[in-house]
């Protein structure tokens, strides 16, 4: 090689380390280079005195995981390693790298030492380490030796990037899959999958086990233990047409009989579902057995009762999941709105901000609104009822039923002088009643009638134990009758199904009738329709008569901002963090001293050291460990003179029975303002006080 050449040739070296330096150094992702030789020599030493294996010597001996650590020299690493663990400087990082390991740290090192060990140049893992101030986080661990290391040891190029969010991301999908498992395995039915190749059964539920006496394990896999227990005389029917449907790709529905494990015959009703690939081929079919036997003795009795149970089944199904689903969320709007509220109030009237939390809060409360739409169908939202009268509560909402419906449509009004009392509450009702006037109104595109009436019902079912508070065998019935276009048979029985709408895109979302349900089934109601296409449709909604007399309505003190404020200790325990850091910011903005807790095992041990008075302890109701209700007995157990507040994105039966407000308990429930919070802890400090200006028993 002559002169130009090698110097060309090290010129081309430098460039291409400078370029290698300046791609290092630059990189988004943390990079570290790192020289393992010493290592190798300690390795190569233990190798000598007889460690054959690496992986359990150091499982064995962790100081020697530490030993080995200490002798990796770190030649550089890039600013992003430094931003990554939350330090000032790369001095800084290199200074205190250790307080940033932990033991599952250790743990993925001795992996890589014995992938090195073992001649590989690459290796991956996950770890869990800290940075620089203290936060725990979860890393992804990218090892290779650089290409022109001289060997696996002396120069080893290692990536590293947080995931700690798709950990917890992960998590919470582990967490959903196992709450759709408990659900499903909660049903009053069989669930199955079977793939459609094969027939071999992927999944049954436990139930099967309580419907024919099998363990749910004797069913899967592809043997024949499933075939075997259908009955003689359906066995062949069935195979020929479940095999049919798979073949042609479609779903199986039908009836038929099978064997139990004590000779019994267990009518079944079978309906599965195709499950589709990409490309839409069948991967496999899901269903459900229901138990059908007891409804064979007239094909009659059997079509009605079928329809009756699939339909309370689905209901229960959808409002389990439908309320479940609410309550979560009301714990995010919760902290969305209020949060929004919160920075409304801070932001100046020219800030160009403004318009944006406004469009977050009003956002919010649309989703508040749907939430509790949610809530009223699965019969999980608060009540707080009052013994009160139809007759009042529909004269509440005259004005605004005239605005609503509009001038083509004829209201009149039939209500009962003589009108017995019920015990219910009255904002629930008036939704149910604008709920049927805005589907009587959609029903009389071109304008008609409709009637609102109210009666007293005798049902003839008078229970002669009695309460001492509702009338034994006495119901009040109200009534909305429009002249509209009516429904046929299949509309009337899905009528309270959610999402259920015959309306065109766009024009409903199908809660109306689902909420009127939730709300009339919730407090201790029923409800009928009668219709037919082109006769109109009339609901009829009967409510327990009661003889207490109709509590009057009395205006409730007005309360100034300042008023609102206090110096009282608060005890706050919530376990969505979001929440808790909404609710500390209202209180504290109020005056209040708050004493935080993400658990009640926390709370406790909170009360337990502190000296002082406790005036409040302001609680969720559905929380890990034990529910409000019981934190509060323990807690007033020593602490008789505490007062306590509950929030709940729904009433848990640990307040009520089927979520309905007993008047021993005050309860704001979720999403609620920074204002509205405010004014119920104020009321719940000066409990006595407010009840007694309101003419009401103290909470």
């Not at 290092?24 to 030789?37: A, G, K, M, N, R």
């Not at 329809?307 to 209901?315: D, I, N």
């Not at 009661?546 to 003190?557: F, M």
């Amino acid at each position: 090689m002559t002169l130009t050449d090698r110097t060309a040739s090290e010129d081309a070296l430098r460039a291409s380390e400078q370029r290698y330096r300046e791609l290092f150094e630059e990189s988004p992702i943390s990079l570290w280079e790192e020289d393992f030789s010493a290592v190798k020599t300690r390795i190569d030493e233990l190798r000598a005195a007889g460690v054959t294996d690496l992986s359990s010597y150091f499982a064995a001996h962790p100081e020697a995981v530490l030993e080995c650590a200490r002798l990796v020299k770190i030649v550089q690493v890039n600013q992003a390693t430094v931003e990554l663990a939350e330090g000032t400087s790369e001095q800084e990082f290199l200074a205190n790298l250790g307080d940033t390991f932990t033991s599952e740290t250790y743990e993925l090192f001795a992996q890589e030492l014995v992938a090195l060990a073992a001649g590989q140049t690459r290796f991956a893992g996950e770890t869990i380490g800290k940075t620089l101030r203290g936060r725990v986080v979860n890393y992804a661990i990218q090892l290779s030796v650089a290409p022109g290391a001289k060997d696996t040891w002396s120069k080893v190029l290692i990536s590293v990037s947080e995931i700690t969010e798709r950990k917890r991301a992960e998590e919470a999908l582990r967490a959903a899959e196992a709450k759709y498992r408990t659900l499903v395995e909660q049903l009053p039915l069989v669930t199955y999958a079977v793939d459609v190749t094969s027939g071999a059964v992927i999944y049954v539920s436990p139930q099967i086990e309580e419907l024919l006496g099998y363990p749910a394990a004797r069913w899967l896999g592809e043997n024949e233990s499933w075939y075997s227990a259908l009955h003689p005389d359906d066995r062949d029917g069935v195979l020929a047409a479940t095999e049919l449907a798979h073949a042609e790709g479609k779903a199986f529905s039908g009836e038929y009989r099978f064997v139990a494990s004590n000779g019994s015959v267990v009518w079944v009703r079978d309906e599965a579902s195709i499950v589709r690939g990409e490309r839409g081929r069948p991967l496999f079919a899901q269903g459900f057995l229901l138990d059908i036997s007891d409804r064979q003795r007239t094909q009659e009795e059997h079509d009605r009762l079928e329809s009756e149970l699939r339909q309370a089944q689905r209901l229960e199904a959808i409002g389990r999941l439908a309320g479940g689903v609410a309550h979560d969320f009301n714990n995010v709007l919760a902290a969305i709105i209020g949060f929004a509220k919160l920075l409304l109030r801070e932001l100046p009237v020219d800030s160009p901000q403004r318009e944006r939390a406004e469009h977050i809060a009003r956002a919010g409360e649309r989703a508040a609104a749907l939430t509790q739409q949610l809530l009223a169908f699965s019969r999980r939202q608060l009540l707080t009822p009052q013994v009160l009268n139809l007759n009042d509560v529909i004269d509440d909402v005259r004005l605004l039923l005239e605005r609503l419906i509009g001038e083509d449509i004829r209201l009149e009004f039939e209500l009962d002088p003589q009108l017995g009392n019920v015990k219910a509450d009255p904002g629930q009702l008036e939704q149910v009643i604008l709920n049927l006037a805005v589907n009587a109104r959609d029903a009389m595109p071109t304008g008609g009638q409709l009637l609102i009436k109210t009666t007293n019902v005798d049902t003839g079912d008078p229970d002669p134990a009695g309460d001492g508070v509702h009338d034994p065998g006495a119901d009040v019935a109200f009534s909305i009758s429009d002249t509209g276009q009516g429904m046929d048979e299949n509309t009337q029985a899905h009528a309270f199904d959610p999402f259920f709408t015959t309306k065109e895109t766009g024009k409903g979302t199908g809660l109306g009738l689902a909420t009127v349900y939730g709300i009339v089934t919730q407090s201790g109601g029923t409800i009928h329709i009668d219709s037919a296409p082109g006769q109109g449709t009339t609901f009829t909604i009967q409510l327990p008569r009661t003889q207490s007399p109709a509590v009057s309505a009395t205006g409730s003190v007005e309360m100034t901002e300042e008023s609102l404020d206090g110096s009282e200790t608060i005890l706050l325990v919530e376990d969505d963090d979001d929440v808790r850091a909404f609710v500390k910011d209202v209180l504290e903005q109020h005056g209040y001293r708050v004493l935080v807790a993400a658990l009640p095992g926390e709370a406790i041990a909170i009360a337990a050291s502190c000296t002082a008075d406790i005036d409040v302890l302001l609680t969720d109701v559905v929380m890990p460990e034990m529910s409000g209700r019981e934190l509060c007995e323990a807690l007033t157990a020593t602490r008789p003179t505490m007062r306590t507040l509950y929030m709940s994105g729904y009433t848990d039966e640990a307040l009520g029975h089927h979520g309905v407000l007993g008047e021993q308990f005050a309860l704001i429930d979720k999403p609620f303002t920074a204002a509205a919070l405010a004014r119920k802890l104020r009321e719940t400090v000066e409990g006595d006080k407010m009840a007694s200006q309101n003419g009401e028993q103290p909470l």
